[in-house]
């Protein structure tokens, strides 16, 4: 199988180009560091040990910053090359990490074996490590075949997932056999690697119950600020196509309850806000964009964000938040986004059904009496009715023992790294 995937990226080469000026139409790709996905490298490596991480997107992105802000610390590494794949995460990590001479921010080429060994040859890394569930089969040989230590970390192996690459199953040992260590986010994940052939797994609970030391720093500005405060608010946040049109109508039943109701919506991807915003007018909302916030007014029914990296100043003034990708159709995608940034800041969470990507979290939220899950938006409307009733109330108990898990989750993955580094 090995095989067959080789020669079809031989083959997908000669295209890679036209493929990534496509994206680049679409705006998907960043208009000039689009050419970093061939390998084409502006920025010199420099000399010393380097540790190179890899994410694909932003929840990936957010969950190795308490990692980085720790590693940094470390006299023995020169640099910190971080790779990911989407746009959104570049804008975050290059927005973080602006002016830090010890952190590269580059994207990932494409697992094409020419650009591979072009990327490897450049950076050289001492030490790969790569997070959550991205696995590239040509990528990771070539890191194996240069000796270099290969960690995967927080790796989550959904259902789904382990099904497709059990129908490769010695392909999948080929894979898998090459990573030193396997640090599951979770029980079912560390069972799936060890039948996918992972040779030394452990298991610490999921990262991205680590704290990020500088997020909670944010602020909104105090017109905007004061303008939501007067106002019944809860907050839809990392929603999916659909899941806007079900918080309009959610909206439009709130708002017969409580004349003064704002709804902050905060989309999983942040192009598609104009687009949202003409769905939402369709239901005769008044929707003010994030970036046009001036303008906001009391007679605005949707605040809706169109800037990265935003979230966690609405989750400091909002009561309820509902978790996105949790009530679409658990059948085209594996469901739920990380509720665990909000729950930090005292909010009550809501979501769907669906959220087998961070079962094992819910259920420990739900246990401390802060996660509840709704079938339909009738149970949404339902549950925010009741919430709304009372005003935030932040449970400092519950924030202590979420923030002593990641603790102890950080401390425990950190000591691990920190055992390849010192080889």
């Given amino acids: 199988m090995f095989f067959w995937y080789k020669l079809l990226s031989y083959l997908f080469y000669p295209f890679s180009y036209f493929f990534l000026h496509f994206r680049r139409f679409k705006k998907k790709e960043h208009n000039l ?36 802000d720790s590693l940094k610390e470390e006299k023995k590494i020169n640099k910190i090359l971080i790779t990911t794949i989407t746009l959104s995460s570049s804008q975050i990590l290059n927005k973080r990490f602006e002016g830090d001479e010890k952190v590269i921010h580059q994207f990932l080429p494409l697992d094409i074996p020419v650009f591979v060994s072009k990327f490897l040859n450049h950076w050289k890394p001492n030490l790969a490590i790569f997070i959550d569930s991205e696995i590239w089969p040509n990528l990771i040989t070539g890191i194996k075949q240069k000796d270099i230590s290969l960690l995967l970390i927080n790796g989550r192996i959904t259902k789904k997932s382990f099904l497709r690459w ?55 500005n105090s017109n905007l600020l004061s303008q939501i405060k007067i106002r019944k608010v809860w907050c839809a946040s990392s929603t999916h196509y659909n899941e806007e049109i079900l918080c309009a109508k959610t909206h439009l039943e709130l708002k ?9 919506i905060i989309p999983r991807h942040i192009n598609r806000a104009k687009e949202i915003k003409d769905q939402l007018s369709k239901y005769n909302l008044s929707v003010c964009l994030y970036k046009d916030s001036g303008k906001i007014s009391e007679k605005t029914d949707v605040l809706l964000i169109d800037a990265y990296g935003e979230a966690n100043k609405f989750y400091k003034t909002a009561k309820c938040v509902f978790l996105g990708k949790s009530l679409v159709d658990s059948l085209k995608s594996d469901g739920g986004q990380n509720p665990l940034e909000a ?81």
Avoid at 37 to 61: D, M, P, T
Avoid at 256 to 264: A, G, S
């Fill in 33 to 68: 560091r689009y050419k970093e996905k061939l390998s084409e490298i502006k920025v010199e490596r420099g000399s010393g040990y380097l540790v190179w991480f890899h994410v694909a997107s932003v929840g990936e992105a957010m969950s190795i910053l308490p990692l980085i």
């Fill in 166 to 220: 059990n129908l490769f199953n010695n392909f999948a040992k080929k894979i898998f056999n090459n990573f030193d260590l396997c640090i599951a986010a979770n029980t079912q994940s560390e069972g799936y690697l060890k039948i996918l052939g992972a040779k030394n797994t452990k298991n610490y609970g999921n990262l991205k119950f680590a704290k990020t030391r500088t997020d909670s720093d944010k602020q909104l």
């Fill in 256 to 264: 017969k309850v409580y004349n003064n109701i704002l709804t902050i």
């Fill in 343 to 423: 729950s930090r800041f005292g909010c009550q969470i809501i979501h769907g059904p669906n959220v087998s990507n961070f079962s094992e979290v819910y259920e420990y939220l739900q246990s401390l009496n802060i996660a509840k899950k709704v079938n339909d938006i009738e149970e949404l409307k339902n549950l925010l009715i009741e919430q709304l009733k009372t005003d935030k109330v932040i449970n400092s108990e519950v924030i202590k023992k979420i923030e002593g898990y990641g603790e102890t989750t950080l401390s425990n993955v950190l000591n691990e790294i920190k055992i390849y580094i010192s080889k």
